[in-house]
């Protein structure tokens, strides 16, 4: 089974802060993803990669940048936290393009 | 570039009813479609998916989907439901080549009641 897995299930950092998010994946898939998921609004892609060092901005990139130094990790990282990050945040992970394997999720809180 | 339309944003139904939840989407080009569920505190994972062949795609846990290319839709449907699949329900589709980058929907909310 592939299994992915996130650092945290639930965080809570102080406003200015800098947030490190970490997913991990045990199947050797090329593609790392990391959405957000808010009420009512669904997943939206935050950044992806396709490969080691590789990112590309998804629709909601302001605010966050990522890391990808191997291929089984995928760091998103929140450089100065505000509030209006407040969020569910899920990283996922495929080999091809036609199913994506999910962690648990982040809740991060920032207050 | 395409968009996802889930037409319902919570569906309540009693234990052993039918249930069908609603996706539309549309697309300059040709999609594969999925739908994800997730379960309360915890990610998503695939129901099913349509990817070729027969429009009418079984999936996990007696769910299943039919795509109509005609009303671009993508339907889910369960005969018979149980207290266990309530959840949420997202609608998501990857264009056919190119990036392959999914679209997903708002989500549906599926409550089952006893």
């Known amino acids: 089974d592939v299994k992915v897995t996130q650092s945290s299930r639930y965080l809570v950092k102080r406003t200015g802060e800098k947030v490190f998010l970490e997913c991990v994946q045990d199947m050797d898939h090329e593609n790392m993803f990391w959405y957000r998921q808010d009420p009512g609004l669904g997943l939206r892609l935050i950044y992806f990669s396709y490969d080691v060092k590789m990112k590309e901005k998804g629709d909601i990139p302001e605010g966050y940048s990522v890391s990808r130094e191997k291929k089984e990790r995928f760091s998103l990282i929140l450089e100065s936290a505000s509030t209006n990050q407040t969020s569910m945040y899920l990283c996922?992970?495929?080999?091809?393009?036609?199913?994506?394997?999910f962690g648990p999720g982040t809740r991060l809180t920032v207050t | 570039a395409q968009s996802v339309t889930q037409l319902d944003s919570q569906v309540p139904v009693f234990e052993e009813a039918p249930v069908e939840l609603r996706c539309n989407y549309s697309s300059s080009v040709s999609v594969y479609l999925f739908w994800y569920v997730q379960y309360p505190n915890q990610g998503l994972q695939l129901l099913l998916k349509?990817?070729?062949?027969?429009?009418l795609v079984k999936g996990i846990n007696g769910f299943e989907a039919e795509f109509n290319k005609s009303q671009t839709s993508f339907h889910l449907r369960k005969p018979s439901v149980h207290i266990s699949d309530t959840a949420e329900y997202f609608c998501?589709?990857?264009?056919?080549?190119?990036?392959?980058?999914?679209?997903f929907g708002r989500g549906t909310s599926l409550i089952v009641h006893p």
């Open positions: 349509y990817l070729s062949g027969s429009t």
């Open positions: 998501a589709v990857s264009p056919r080549g190119g990036s392959y980058i999914p679209t």
């Open positions: 996922a992970s495929e080999q091809d393009p036609y199913e994506q394997y």
